[in-house]
């Protein structure tokens, strides 16, 4: 027996669903035929090459082998177990992206407070910061090789006007790092500083005003609203900001190749060697996996931590 309650319709003490607006149907179909292309590209660029790879990891695979041999976990196991420059690299990553981070974040927020506060040529400014991001980072990195350079570069001129020794900054093993880190950060330093920008310009005034009228002054304001309220944002510079550090590839290869003596060797730059050079795609497709795993469990832990619990 059938029986009707409002607008459920039950049978036999079942719960049906609940009724659709005409038409809704046909706009289903039409939203899954419109996710189709796009689907599409994320399976084809993105999910079937990281299948590929975790594949080729349990393999001993060259590119000019005629067979590529079944051998488990053994390419991992000779990363974490065997392999010195695997460590050296990853702990090269690992302090790369810890410095880098924080540094970017901590120069271009107030870069962005400032730009927030001023209304003429605020396009200007915002333009000039953004220049580098555009740039390649070849160009960037060869422009830094020459600023860097010891004999002609004007920061050892620089330094020798002000009566500090010159220093060879690319070829010092405990400064080539730190060098190119710093060229890293000036180029993507626009970019935070635009999405900082945004974040700000959507705080509303009225958490301004209030704090005012509550006598709070310049500082407080900024850690008592700005602060909060721009979470969101900060999380997103945060997460992306990481995952492009841990990533670090061409201002490395271009300004130091990873020497001198691996001391600025990257772990996306030993890959490349491995993969390439050495023709060990299999042992490459295994750091890349690692590499991916700890990309993966810092971005949660990130999102975790810092997620907002509150609407404004």
């Given amino acids: 027996m059938a029986v009707v309650t409002g607008r459920w319709l039950t049978r036999k003490g079942t719960r049906t669903r609940r009724n659709r607006a005409p038409g809704h149907a046909s706009?289903?179909?039409?939203?899954?035929?419109?996710?189709?292309?796009?689907l599409s590209l994320i399976v084809v660029f993105s999910l079937v090459p990281i299948g590929i790879v975790i594949w080729l990891s349990f393999l001993r695979y060259n590119q000019l082998a005629p067979t590529a041999p079944w051998i488990g976990l053994r390419n991992y196991e000779?990363?974490?177990?065997?392999?010195?420059?695997?460590?050296?690299?990853?702990?090269?990553?690992?302090?790369?992206?810890?410095?880098?981070?924080?540094?970017n974040i901590v120069l271009s927020l107030p870069i962005a407070l400032?730009?927030?506060?001023?209304?003429?040529?605020?396009a200007v400014f915002r333009t000039a910061?953004?220049?580098?991001?555009v740039a390649s980072a070849v160009a960037v990195s060869l422009l830094w090789t020459t600023i860097?350079?010891?004999?002609?570069?004007?920061?050892n001129a620089f330094l020798d006007l002000v009566g500090v020794s010159p220093h060879s900054w690319l070829a010092d093993p405990d400064l080539a790092l730190w060098a190119v880190l710093a060229a890293a950060v000036w180029q993507d330093l626009g970019y935070n500083i635009l999405v900082f920008l945004a974040g700000l310009q959507g705080i509303p005034d009225d958490f301004y005003d209030a704090a005012k009228v509550d006598g709070a002054g310049s500082w407080r304001r900024f850690r008592d609203v700005t602060l909060p309220l721009l979470q969101r944002t900060t999380v997103f510079v945060l997460v992306l900001t990481m995952i492009s550090y841990l990533q670090e590839f061409t201002h490395i290869q271009v300004m130091t190749e990873g020497g001198p003596i691996r001391s600025?060797?990257?772990?996306?730059?030993?890959?490349?060697?491995?993969?390439?050079?050495?023709?060990?795609?299999?042992?490459?497709?295994?750091?890349?996996?690692?590499?991916?795993g700890i990309i993966l469990v810092i971005t949660i832990v990130q999102?975790?931590?810092?997620r907002s619990r509150w609407e404004y």
């Fill in 27 to 38: 706009r289903m179909r039409f939203v899954a035929v419109s996710l189709v292309p796009i």
């Fill in 78 to 103: 000779f990363a974490f177990q065997t392999d010195p420059f695997f460590r050296n690299a990853l702990e090269n990553t690992l302090k790369y992206a810890i410095v880098a981070v924080p540094a």
């Fill in 114 to 122: 400032g730009l927030n506060q001023i209304k003429r040529f605020r």
């Fill in 129 to 133: 910061f953004f220049m580098p991001v």
């Fill in 148 to 155: 860097y350079d010891p004999q002609a570069g004007w920061l």
């Fill in 264 to 292: 600025s060797e990257t772990l996306v730059l030993y890959i490349y060697t491995k993969a390439f050079e050495d023709l060990q795609m299999g042992y490459a497709s295994a750091m890349s996996i690692v590499l991916m």
């Fill in 303 to 306: 999102m975790r931590l810092l």
